[in-house]
């Protein structure tokens, strides 16, 4: 939501019809309100990890185990996350054997001068699939890298020059 109201107080108000024109005001009051909430919701978490970082700090100096060290303790979240792993690795060396399979009967239907695989589509030849990212990673976005405060900050220093 912050991006799409970013992107109409950036656009030049000659573009808009009337009704939208009239309600930019109140386009960026809603900006600048989200942006505040954005801004508070990271202030806590970084008050909440320099409080848990102190607290670590604390147990070291006293000579007690902290919560990174090996207590005992089992981390569902974090034996799934390796399971995940493994899986992610299984996945990979049987998308690599596949690979290797339609290689190797490309390789021996030339031989035989027969065409029995589809050489319509050739994963190598498409430059749109990739299995590193893409088609395998439809869950990884450009704007995860994206600061939204920042991208406000820039839209609405430029609509004030």
């Known amino acids: 939501m912050i991006f799409g109201l ?5 656009t030049p108000p000659q573009a808009f019809p009337a009704i939208v024109s009239q309600r930019l005001p109140d386009i960026t009051k809603q900006l600048a309100v989200l942006a ?15 409080k848990y970082c102190k607290e670590e700090e604390e147990k070291r100096a006293r000579g007690e185990k902290s919560d990174e060290e090996g207590d005992g303790f089992v981390d569902e979240e974090a034996s799934d996350e390796e399971e995940d792993d493994d899986d992610d690795e299984n996945e990979q060396a049987i998308l ?32 749109d699939y990739e299995y590193t990212g893409g088609d395998l990673a439809i869950y990884d976005s450009a704007l995860d890298s994206v600061d939204e405060l920042l991208t406000v900050k820039s839209a609405l220093e430029s609509l004030n020059s």
């Open 6 to 10: 970013t992107a109409i107080i950036s």
């Open 96 to 127: 690599k054997k596949i690979e290797k399979a339609r290689k190797a009967g490309k390789a021996a239907a030339d031989k035989t001068g027969g065409d029995e695989l589809d050489d319509d589509y050739d994963d190598e030849e498409d430059s």
């Open 36 to 50: 505040i909430k954005m801004k508070d919701e990271r202030m806590k978490v970084l008050v909440d990890n320099e």
